[in-house]
Each structure stands twice: as structure tokens, then as C-alpha cells.
């Protein structure tokens, strides 16, 4: 079986030197592009497993690369970028970036977010040849059809709010999904803000996670959102 077939868009060459080492000694396939044109030249033409994708580029921002990708392609994509405010995670995660890693970073961490993409993407594929009106998670289990909702096989109650948010992040196990995404997906144009977001999430935690303090099925990206962890492979 061929190793995942990633596309490297970074325009600093020592950097870009790096990843592919990085991806070389792990056996994984890859090609690079410098600019943000040939990124999405070689994203349509080469069809890659999934993207590494540097903000800064000589010829347009990453930023707007993933929205032209968003546009007709679920292609995963992990931005490494030495922006490191929130404002620039926050608008790459809702322009479509799968995850957001700052420079400097180690390739342990690289490798590893790299990983969770990638068995996300086994994960999609695996679903749709399941039932998919089921989602199973470690201890979780959702049943789409008949809205209930199951923790080590015992029945628990959510609330509407709670029930949505829940089958929100399960349909996108292991993506990060900032806060505006999600109050515009469940309450569209309700006039709930983030602290009332986390007032849903605390007592969704409360329900589904054994120790709420220590959560292991919704991690918080303090100032950006929420993903839910695949539990194992």
C-alpha cells in the first residue's frame, strides 16, 4: 500500500528542506510548489492526500489559496506559518485549514498533526462504507436517526443545543473548528456569542466526559474553538 502523496507549498527553501526530510525519512510521497499559483496547479493536476501550506507566499496570501481550494476540493490541509496571533488562526480555520501549526515547530509535532489529518481522512473513507446514520467514537456512539445519544453503551439526555454541537464536531472528527463556525452552523444568526458557547460546551462535557476537567473526547483551542479526537485508529 502507497504511503499518503502530500503537496509542500513553502517558498523559504530551508524550511521547505526540512519538511521534506521530514517526509522522506518517513516514507511518505511528496511534491513541492513555491507559489501560490503552482500550489493550485499541482493541487488540481497531482490530486494529493493532503496539503502543508506555508501563509506567506510571494504571490498571494495562504489564506486566500485555501478558500480556492475550499471551492471545490475537501483536500486536508495543515497551515504552517509564522503568523502567531489568533486573528490569523482564526481566519485560516474558517477559511477551510484542517489545523495550524506556528514556526518554528519540531517535526515530532508536524509528524504528529500530520497523523491525526490523515486518519481523518482514513476515517471519512471507512464511514462512508458504514451505516451512515452511526457515528462510533471510543465509548461514544451517535445514532443520526434516531437522535440518541450513547456513552459506554448507557443512553444519555443532551438538550437540542447540546445534541447539535455534539453531531457537529463528530461530523468533523479531528478537524478544529473555531468558534464562529460553529454558532453560525447551529444557531445561524441567534444572537449567542462565545461565552454563551462555552456555557453549552461545559455542560456537553459534563455528559459525555468522564472527567470534565481532563476532557478526552473535546479538546479546547483556548482562544479559537473546539475539535473532537479520534479516539485510537
Not at 527553501?13 to 513541492?32: A, C, D, N, S, V
Not at 456513552?151 to 438538550?159: G, K
Not at 472528527?173 to 468558534?179: A, D, F
Request: glycine share 6%; charged share 25%; net charge negative.
Amino acid at each position: 500500500m502507497n504511503k499518503p502523496f502530500i503537496l509542500v507549498v513553502e517558498d523559504d527553501r530551508p524550511i521547505r528542506k526540512l519538511i521534506t526530510t521530514t517526509l522522506e525519512t518517513q516514507g511518505y510521497r511528496y511534491h513541492t510548489a513555491e507559489t501560490g499559483e503552482a500550489s493550485i496547479i499541482e493541487a488540481v493536476s497531482r490530486q494529493p492526500d493532503l496539503m502543508i501550506l506555508d501563509l506567506g507566499l510571494p504571490d498571494m496570501d495562504g489564506v486566500d489559496i485555501i478558500r480556492k481550494v475550499r471551492a471545490w476540493s475537501n483536500l486536508p490541509i495543515i497551515v504552517v506559518s509564522a503568523r502567531s496571533e489568533d486573528r490569523d488562526k482564526i481566519e485560516a480555520l474558517d477559511a477551510g485549514a484542517d489545523d495550524y501549526l506556528t514556526k518554528p515547530f519540531s517535526v515530532e509535532e508536524l509528524l504528529a498533526r500530520l497523523r491525526v489529518s490523515l486518519r481523518r481522512i482514513r476515517y471519512d473513507s471507512e464511514k462512508l462504507m458504514k451505516d451512515a446514520s452511526t457515528f462510533v467514537n471510543g465509548p461514544l456512539k451517535i445514532d443520526y436517526s434516531a437522535g440518541c445519544v450513547w456513552l459506554d453503551d448507557e443512553e444519555i439526555h443532551l438538550t437540542p443545543s447540546e445534541y447539535k454541537l455534539l453531531c457537529l464536531l463528530a461530523k468533523n472528527v479531528g478537524k478544529v473548528l473555531t468558534h464562529n463556525y460553529i454558532l453560525h452552523a447551529i444557531w445561524g444568526n441567534h444572537p449567542y456569542d462565545v461565552p454563551a458557547l462555552r456555557v453549552f460546551m461545559a455542560t456537553l462535557r459534563k455528559k459525555i466526559e468522564v472527567t470534565p476537567a481532563h476532557p478526552k473526547l473535546i479538546q479546547t483551542h483556548i482562544g479559537i474553538g473546539y475539535r473532537m479526537i479520534q479516539v485510537g485508529d
